[in-house]
């Protein structure tokens, strides 16, 4: 990952319009174990160290029912990354590809999401493997892992036409 400052062979960078960040509102802050993004891995594991959902007033009451499941969506706000990059080589080694087909950090709007395994709730703050990111990184938003999750509202057409299509023959 290259430092706000650097960019590497072959890597571009644009002019930024000014971010307005869309009215983001921080729900909490996630506890890892990692301080630098060279200690951090590059993608989350299940079997990964317990981290730190930690949630804030007065989104605390919307966790209720999240103990139902055991995948939770955590997304987060990479809150160190540059914005500007539209071609990184992440390999550093001059070859570079668009940051749209990438899952490097650096992107106009830094979003981070894992997969995560619940192992517990303690109050407001839920226990978790899975996670990739920066101990102090914002939290953004949680939700049941798609794969769970099964719609409470009563069913809509629409709904229907939207389940996964049948394999070819
Ligand atoms: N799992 C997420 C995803 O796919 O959207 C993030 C993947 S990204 C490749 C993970 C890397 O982002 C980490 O290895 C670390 O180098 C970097 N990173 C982690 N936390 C960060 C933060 N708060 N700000 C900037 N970079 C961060």
């Known amino acids: 990952m290259a430092a706000l400052s650097k960019i590497r062979p ?3 960078a644009v002019a930024c319009p000014p971010p307005t960040d869309a009215g983001l509102v921080f729900i909490g802050v996630i506890r890892t174990p990692w301080a630098s993004r060279q200690e951090c891995p590059r993608q ?3 079997d990964g160290p317990i981290c730190r959902l930690e949630v804030h007033e007065p989104w605390i009451v919307a966790l209720d029912g999240i103990e139902e499941y ?3 969506e955590v997304l987060y706000w ?3 990354s540059r914005r500007d990059l539209v071609r990184q080589s992440p390999g550093n ?3 570079t590809r668009g940051t749209f087909s990438i899952r490097s950090p650096a992107r106009p709007n830094p979003i981070g999401t894992s997969v995560a395994r619940l ?3 303690e109050g407001p703050t839920l226990l978790v493997r899975g996670l990739d990111c920066l101990d102090g990184t914002p939290l953004l938003d949680l939700k049941p892992d798609r794969t769970l999750f099964k719609p409470l509202a009563p069913l809509q057409p ?5 389940q996964p299509a049948p394999p070819a023959d």
């Open 10 to 12: 072959n890597e571009v």
């Open 44 to 46: 989350g594991r299940q």
């Open 70 to 72: 055991q995948l939770i």
């Open 78 to 80: 990479l809150h160190e």
């Open 93 to 95: 080694n001059g070859a």
């Open 119 to 121: 192992v517990r709730r």
């Open 158 to 162: 629409e709904d229907i036409e939207t």
